[in-house]
């Protein structure tokens, strides 16, 4: 029994792997475990193998998912230090920019200011840009944001000086937005030793103190929930060298509704949060007859067995939460029900030229 309806959610942060990380994450398998956690459309990054900075991956990335994905997709493109002018030629089907600033899983960066500054330069004004920054980075985002009068949004804050200085550049009038995963905001630094690799991502888990101070912004700093899903095999975690990633499609509702259960914030606010913020920021079509229903009083444990998601591990396997989705319905038709795809391989659409 469905209690409750709400829009179809976005995840603006999702690594769905395609091209070249196919054995982690493919276009269905990711689409799907999108569906099956109540979100109808994602935002690819762009660190895929390689990386989605030219016309030619562009192309490829664009050919791969046409038929291929189950929900709505929108790419990102990459800003790399030798490709800033293909930028314009990029965004035409591409929905936003990111820039990496800090280290993370493959081998996309932005070191250099003449890079950056041709990045503000050359990306159209009427597209976002997205940034990884950690620490001081974010400051250096904040500076650019101010300087070329355009909209910055930063991926996964994590760190309560980080969102503090957000706070302040928010209270200047600067027009800066920013993401925080449910991992950041379920999860210290002690899961991250009891997890080991399956807990290790960047940003990595930050302390009670980051974790309350985040907490403490959810009704105001903080404009989206994004999962930040990065898929890697239970084998590469098992590995020297472990890549950092966590998956977070299929938790990321459940965690927030019990988060709502708990009244650290309203169901009004969730649905801000999840849907309307992130699609206000990054311009994003409100698909028509899509809502998501979910029964919001069952409590139950989530688990490993049945995730659509093809590395199949969840860091909150074992936790309890309040708030299962029972069904998905995107333009008119039945995608998701009772654990179950029942979409067309298809169903989604690729987002471009918006
Ligand atoms: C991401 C990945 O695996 O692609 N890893 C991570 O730890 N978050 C990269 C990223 O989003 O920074
Ligand atoms: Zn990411």
């Given at each position: 029994m469905s209690n409750?309806?709400?829009?179809?959610l976005v995840d603006i942060h999702t690594h769905l792997r395609v091209p070249g990380g196919e054995h982690k994450e493919d276009f269905a398998t990711g689409t799907a475990a999108a569906l099956a956690?109540?979100?109808t459309t994602v935002l690819a990054m762009p660190n895929t193998t390689p990386p989605l900075t030219t016309p030619a991956v562009l192309e490829e990335t664009l050919?791969?998912?046409q038929h291929a994905i189950y929900c709505d997709v929108g790419l990102f493109a990459g800003a790399g230090p030798e490709q800033t002018d293909l930028l314009p030629k990029l965004s035409r089907y591409t929905v936003a920019l990111k820039i990496y600033l800090n280290d993370t899983f493959g081998p996309l960066r932005v070191e250099d200011l003449p890079t950056l500054i041709a990045c503000f330069k050359t990306w159209p004004r009427s597209k976002a840009i997205a940034i990884h920054a950690e620490g001081q980075s974010v400051a250096v985002g904040i500076g650019l944001a101010a300087a070329y009068r355009r909209p910055v949004h930063f991926c996964h804050i994590s760190r309560k000086e980080e969102i503090e200085v957000i706070a302040a550049a928010k209270r200047q009038g600067l027009p800066v937005t920013c993401e925080v995963t449910p991992h950041h905001l379920f999860l210290t630094e002690a899961d991250a030793e009891r997890l080991g690799p399956l807990g290790d991502m960047r940003p990595r888990l930050a302390t009670q103190a980051d974790v309350e101070t985040l907490s403490a912004h959810i009704n105001t700093t903080i404009d989206c929930i994004a999962t930040d899903h990065a898929p890697h095999t239970l084998a590469e975690k098992?590995?020297?060298n472990p890549p950092p990633g966590v998956t977070g499609l299929e938790t990321s509702l459940p965690l927030m509704l019990t988060a709502v259960?708990?009244?650290?914030?309203?169901?009004e606010r969730l649905i801000e949060l999840m849907a309307t913020n992130p699609r206000r920021i990054f311009k994003l079509p409100l698909p028509p007859d899509t809502q998501v229903e979910v029964?919001?009083?069952t409590?139950?444990?989530?688990?490993n067995q049945g995730l659509q998601t093809k590395c199949g591990w969840s860091p909150f396997s074992g936790m309890a939460v309040t708030g299962r989705i029972r069904r998905v319905v995107l333009r008119g038709e039945e995608v998701f029900k009772d654990g179950q795809i029942t979409a067309q391989l298809g169903s989604g659409k690729v987002l471009a030229e918006n």
């Open positions: 409750l309806i709400l829009p179809g956690g109540g979100i050919q791969k998912a098992d590995a020297d259960k708990e009244k650290r914030l309203t169901l029964d919001a009083q409590r139950y444990t989530l688990s």
